[in-house]
């Protein structure tokens, strides 16, 4: 036991859960208390030592499963415990009653029943022996659904409800499907064979360009505690720099009362540096969701700037400030993509004209106390880049950055002109998750 709780600890390090030393020593300690053939009461009580974010939860359930899961394998008589139960349609009148009713331990049952019953595929290729697909297909969740939903209601209202409710619970049995072929392939074929694939990144390292609509609702809601936090780190920073370097003149003048003695040292105190931020945002559909997650950071970072304007653009360019000033940021990025005149010609990227525009209308703003911030891949769909209109602002604010949401390895590949971008501005930074995008953030400030 205590060697699998040890691989869990590793298996968890290495997809970006932090798990310390202390933290391990509390969950042997846990052992003390828990019964490990109480399997639930036994899963929540390794969670409550081992993470601290419900965000990483998804992937301590999955790890656990592979580690930790209800023990081998046994495949002598699954054949002969199954054959009474493969109905599909026996089975999926039993999940709908659980649905329906909202009892998840008869859920979890019956999803752990069908990776036995439906997910089994002898002579497999791969070795793998059970799939997510059979079990998928002979339980037909669509159709279920469908079903599910012909029930009379009283009201829309109660439909739409009723809808959410249901989809939940059918994600639940999903989710739970998918933990049970884990454990089962890293019971016959190894932890190693599944983890590769088994688990996704966390909130703060998924790729904002390959999310899926469940992992960019997950983003959505990791952005406050994560603004919350750096604007707490970002104080106590500004804290520690007023303090400046040590004044040699005061601190001697001040020491003449004892002596000579240097018992009080006096410093420089220097005042908290709170940059204006003017920030250009490429709100094209390649660069979409990084835009989107940028500005929500940004403005729920408001306060650490002395003020922050922005603007988006497409093939041209318009300010938005006035849809974050008073309301909700995340429903301001909503509306921003629907009310921002940002096409001109035929909706495609077009840095050089929207930095030529920008620089024109805008550019007189800029100052020694200015931050520069341009959000975008660079890719210009071979239109002419205008990088002197860059080189323009970056002469005029006191510091220029450009955030593109690329691999590093994929600039100037195609259309994207990246270097000769990142010639005019101080420094060009790859930012794909919000993990690099909390690190800049950080940086900056």
């Known amino acids: 036991m205590i060697d699998r709780l040890l691989e869990l600890t590793d ?28 399997r639930e009461v036994f899963r929540s009580a390794l969670a409550a030592t081992m993470i601290k974010s419900e965000a990483h939860r998804p992937a301590f359930d999955t ?3 592979i580690y930790l899961g209800s023990g081998p394998v046994d495949t002598t008589d699954e054949g002969a415990r199954s054959e009474a139960q493969n109905d599909p349609e026996d089975f999926r009148e039993q999940l709908a009653n659980a649905i329906m009713s909202g009892d998840g331990a008869a859920i979890r049952m019956l999803a752990e029943r069908a990776v036995m019953t439906f997910g089994r595929v002898e002579d497999s290729p791969s070795g793998s022996l059970y799939f997510q697909y059979p079990v998928f297909r002979a339980v037909d969740l669509d159709s279920l659904m469908e079903r599910l939903m012909d029930e009379p209601v009283l009201s829309e209202m109660e439909r739409q409800l009723r809808r959410t409710e249901f989809q939940e619970r059918v994600n639940m049995f999903r989710e739970i499907v998918a933990r049970e072929v884990n454990r089962r392939v890293a019971e016959r074929r190894g932890p190693a064979t599944v983890i590769r694939t088994a688990v996704r990144p966390l909130p703060e390292a998924l790729d904002f360009s390959t999310a899926t609509a469940a992992e960019i609702a997950q983003l959505r809601r990791a952005i406050r505690p994560l603004a919350r936090r750096l604007a707490t780190r970002v104080a106590m920073k500004r804290r520690r720099a007023s303090r400046g370097s040590l004044d040699m003149r005061r601190t001697v003048r001040h020491s003449l009362s004892t002596g000579g003695a240097p018992f009080e040292l006096e410093f420089r105190h220097r005042p908290p540096h709170r940059p204006e931020l003017f920030v250009l945002c490429d709100i094209s559909s390649s660069v979409a969701s990084f835009s989107r997650f940028s500005l929500m950071l940004v403005h729920a970072l408001s306060a650490q700037f002395t003020r922050v304007r922005s603007f988006a653009f497409i093939d041209t360019i318009d300010e938005v400030t006035r849809l974050f000033e008073h309301e909700d940021f995340m429903r301001a990025v909503d509306r921003m993509n629907k009310e921002a005149q940002v096409v001109w010609i035929d909706g495609h990227s077009n840095y050089g004209a929207s930095l030529e525009k920008f620089a024109e209308t805008y550019g007189k703003d800029l100052n020694a106390k200015s931050t520069l911030l341009v959000l975008g891949d660079a890719r210009t769909n071979f239109r002419p880049p205008k990088s002197w209109a860059l080189k323009e602002l970056r002469d005029r604010a006191h510091r220029t950055y450009w955030l593109n949401p690329e691999a590093e390895s994929y600039w100037d590949t195609g259309d994207s002109v990246a270097s000769e971008y990142a010639a005019c501005v101080d420094e060009m930074v790859e930012v794909r998750n919000l993990k690099q995008l909390e690190s800049f953030i950080e940086t900056v400030l």
Do not use: C, M, W
């Open 11 to 38: 298996a968890l390090r290495k997809a970006g859960v932090p798990v310390s030393v202390s933290e391990n020593l509390d969950t042997l300690r846990a052992l003390e208390h828990v019964a490990i053939e109480h």
């Open 63 to 65: 790890l656990f499963d």
